[in-house]
């Protein structure tokens, strides 16, 4: 049974740092891109970060680019999400996926194969 099980979300004033992780089983997250996206309220789940199987390459959406880095322990089964200078508009739930999907789709919510249950990041002063 896979498995996806995300951590780290807490509220947190702007400017801050927080580091989400997510713990994968059920599947060889070496052979799968691993991914975060994320739904802020009354809006779609959108594209944040993705790394490319086996973890060479990163992708990033334009509003966290330069803010955010995506990284995965494979040994750990584990892939994290550094979030730096974060703003109000960060604020939503978080959830790591993983896929096969290819490249040119990883942005695309409905090609991701497995999601976990998420984790509330509140970015307020």
């Known amino acids: 049974q896979v498995q996806l099980a995300e951590s780290g979300g807490r509220l947190v004033q702007p400017g801050d740092s927080l580091r989400l992780s997510c713990a994968v089983s059920g599947l060889p997250v070496r052979n799968y891109h691993l991914g975060w996206f994320r739904e802020r309220a009354g809006e779609e789940r959108e594209f944040v970060a993705a790394?490319?199987?086996?973890?060479?390459?990163?992708y990033y959406s334009q509003s966290v680019e330069g803010r955010f880095t995506i990284s995965r322990d494979n040994n750990k089964q584990m892939v994290y999400l550094q979030m730096n200078t974060l703003k109000p508009g960060d604020t939503a739930i978080y959830y790591c996926?993983?896929?096969?999907?290819?490249?040119?789709?990883?942005?695309?919510?409905?090609?991701?194969?497995?999601w976990g249950q998420g984790t509330q990041v509140t970015v307020s002063s």
């Open positions: 996926a993983a896929s096969t999907a290819a490249l040119s789709a990883i942005r695309q919510s409905n090609m991701w194969n497995y």
């Open positions: 790394s490319k199987r086996p973890g060479a390459n990163t």
